[in-house]
Nanobody, 113 residues
Framework: QVQLVESGGGVVQPGGSLRLSCTAS????????MGWYRQAPGKQKELVAS???????NYADSVKGRFTISRDHAKNTVFLQMNSLKPEDTAVYYC???????WGQGTQVTVSS
């Protein structure tokens, strides 16, 4: 059974950094593109960043230059390094296997002074 488990969320001040991790099990991780999504209160879920099997990346305009997605096939993990965080980055962050509908449970990121 496919499982995606996120970790690394928390409360951080504006300008701070966080690193999110999503560890996959029950799947051959190296065969799938992965994505990070977020959902802020009252808003729809949106794609933040995605990474292909070969490591090609794609970012939402709102996070370009601040966030970096990466993956470690040996650890079955996809990461989201978030720098220069802003209050508008506050949301629940989810990882997803891009080809279908497997989602993690989400991790809360709150950016507040």
């Amino acid at each position: 059974q496919v499982q995606l488990v996120e970790s690394g969320g928390g409360v951080v001040q504006p300008g701070g950094s966080l690193r999110l991790s999503c560890t996959a099990s029950g799947m051959i991780f190296s065969l799938y593109a992965m994505g990070w999504y977020r959902q802020a209160p009252g808003k729809q879920k949106e794609l933040v960043a995605s990474i292909s099997v070969g490591g090609s990346t794609n970012y939402a305009d709102s996070v370009k230059g601040r966030f970096t997605i990466s993956r470690d096939h040996a650890k079955n993990t996809v990461f989201l390094q978030m720098n220069s965080l802003k209050p508008e980055d506050t949301a629940v962050y989810y990882c997803k296997r891009q080809i279908d509908n497997y989602w993690g449970q989400g991790t809360q990121v709150t950016v507040s002074s």
